[in-house]
């Protein structure tokens, strides 16, 4: 197909010169790249009802009460009560509800994942200080507590 319209093209360009050809492809209705166009589906979040209910879980036993019982803080000292194996999916949950969550509550969410981010990145690299701010850790999963609190009953 595209060797049927250059022919055409080639001719018109020989025969009348060079200012029909820029004229034409002027005419021609240019398309931007694939990658420019902005995307017109509105990016959708959960309510904090959804995002409750997936940290509550079922039967109280979700990411955020289990990332609660794991979290030992105590005597100006901190530490988590889980293997580097068994942190990567919890981790990966409670990073994957953030994503999913409003503005208000994603910031919450990832700093209730420090912990078992911690956890993580010192089994990759031992030699890695502990980073976990306790306070801000605590007033995180307390507010989220808090939030989800009324959806309780309903998980």
């Known amino acids: 197909m595209r060797k049927a319209a250059a022919v055409p093209v080639l001719a018109l360009l020989l025969v009348s ?6 004229t034409e492809a002027e005419a021609k209705p240019s398309s931007p790249p694939a990658s420019a166009a902005p995307s017109t589906e509105p990016v ?6 959804q ?5 509550l879980g079922t ?3 979700g990411p955020l009460n289990q990332m609660i019982s794991i ?3 105590g005597g100006g000292t901190s530490s988590v009560e889980m293997s580097a ?3 990567r999916p919890l981790h990966s949950e409670v990073l994957a509800i953030a994503g999913d969550a409003s503005a208000d509550m994603a910031p919450l969410l990832k700093e209730l994942s420090s912990p078992t981010e911690n ?3 010192q089994a990759e690299k ?8 306790a306070e801000s850790w605590t007033t995180a999963a307390t507010e989220l507590q808090t939030q989800c609190e009324p959806y309780e009953a309903a998980s």
């Open 17 to 22: 010169g060079c200012s029909t050809a820029t």
């Open 44 to 49: 959708v979040k959960d309510t904090e009802e």
């Open 51 to 55: 995002s409750c209910l997936k940290l």
């Open 59 to 61: 039967d109280g036993q």
């Open 71 to 73: 979290v030992r803080i």
């Open 85 to 87: 194996e068994d942190a």
């Open 119 to 121: 956890v993580i990145m």
């Open 126 to 133: 031992p030699s890695r200080a502990w980073m976990f701010n």
